[in-house]
């Protein structure tokens, strides 16, 4: 065990989240005990150390304890198992959601799951993923969400819990579109409703649906809801953004309340949610933005012909973004580059 005081602060944190459980004791044995000595000994000591601190472990049996108690690292690798990463990415079938899927295939231990809207897009994915020489023990899941019309969160997790993965560690909210990108006083109803369906409401359901597999991580989840530019108040352009502008700034307000609600003012993170604009991309989106606003461009003598961020920048910045990021960075509204934007 580490020491003391270490064990006592920690008992003191945790108090304040949990009700005393055995899940409490459990968890407090995971960060603080070395499971590979003298296991029952330890755990008797803590239970005599938790009731010191008026939590009653009275009926607790080190035994008890011993049968559900989480493997640790050494364990695991002792028994050949290991718990693979697990990232759930959405609208994966194509650019920068499929460029993150392949990235992270790759890698060793990592579970994908990849979510599209269409047969058509699950068989295009399995063809995509056949050429990415995967790492050892990574997987990829392919399930379907179409997020036309609001998916119930209830539906997001029955989909998920078919594939039995017990947590996720990332969920990237890539999936997003429905343009065109016109000037308010030509943007029509109907084409906002369908950009907050897909920018705004969808991330929000997914994240519900998902919400207590994240809280399974066993390090600090994360919730990267990939956004843009188009939708910061602050830094607003003339260009027009029809519905697409204001439905990515109600996802911005999303992912930052995210960060509110699971983060607590004595620095107890308990999920990182960062709201991310992928770049400019030379993607078909990124493509019809500059000739949506080729006049608006002329008006300023403003000459682009094609984005300027490459497809493979944004994806490996996304990752870099995503791996780098900790609890100071939730709640951000951050580039690819990691840089911050204004809100
Ligand atoms: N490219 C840029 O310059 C740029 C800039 C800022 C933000 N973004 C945003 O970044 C994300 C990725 O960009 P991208 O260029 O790779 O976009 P993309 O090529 O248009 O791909 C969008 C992905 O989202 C899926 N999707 C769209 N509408 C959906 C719906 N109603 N239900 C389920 N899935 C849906 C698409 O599936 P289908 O193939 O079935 O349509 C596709 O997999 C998007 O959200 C995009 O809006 C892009």
């Not at 919730?223 to 939708?231: L, Y």
């Not at 012909?305 to 493979?312: F, G, Q, S, V």
Request: some cysteine; aromatic content about 8%; proline content about 5%.
């Amino acid at each position: 065990m580490r020491s003391r005081d270490d064990l006592h602060l920690n008992v003191r944190v945790f108090k304040g989240i949990h009700a005393p459980s055995n899940g409490c004791v459990r968890h407090i044995f995971s960060l603080y005990s070395n499971w590979d000595l003298n296991l029952v000994g330890t755990i008797r000591r803590c239970i005599t150390f938790l009731n010191s601190l008026d939590h009653n472990f009275a009926h607790t049996s080190p035994q008890s304890l011993l049968y559900t108690a989480p493997a640790t690292p050494r364990q695991q690798k002792m028994s050949g198992a290991t718990e693979n990463t697990v990232y759930v990415v959405t609208g994966s079938n194509r650019n920068i959601g499929l460029g993150i899927v392949k990235t992270l295939l790759a890698r060793p231990q990592h579970t994908v799951v990849a979510t599209v809207r269409s047969e058509e897009a699950k068989t295009s994915l399995e063809d995509e993923a056949k050429s990415v020489p995967k790492g050892t023990g990574s997987k990829l899941e392919i399930i379907k969400y179409d997020f036309s019309t609001a998916v119930p969160p209830d539906q997001v997790k029955s989909t998920f819990a078919k594939l039995n993965i017990g947590h996720i560690d990332v969920l990237v909210l890539n999936a997003g579109g429905a343009l065109p990108l016109v000037q308010p006083s030509k943007t029509k109803a109907e084409d906002m409703r369908a950009a907050f369906e897909v920018n705004s409401i969808a991330p929000l359901l997914v994240f519900q649906g998902l919400k207590s597999y994240l809280l399974q991580s066993k390090s600090t989840p994360k919730v990267i809801s990939v956004t843009s530019a188009v939708g910061s108040i602050g830094g607003m352009d003339p260009f027009g953004g029809g519905g697409y502008g204001p439905s990515r700034a109600a996802q911005n307000w999303v992912a930052r309340s995210i960060h509110l609600e699971f983060n607590g003012t004595k620095g107890d993170t308990r999920l990182i949610c960062i709201a991310l604009h992928p770049g400019w991309v030379q993607t078909e989106t990124g493509q019809f933005a500059v000739d949506q606003w080729q006049s608006a461009f002329k008006a300023i003598d403003y000459k682009i012909e094609m984005p300027p961020t490459k497809l493979e920048d944004s994806v490996s910045g996304i990752i870099k973004v995503i791996d780098d990021a900790t609890a100071e960075h939730s709640g951000k509204f951050l580039t690819f580059e990691g840089k911050t934007l204004p809100w």
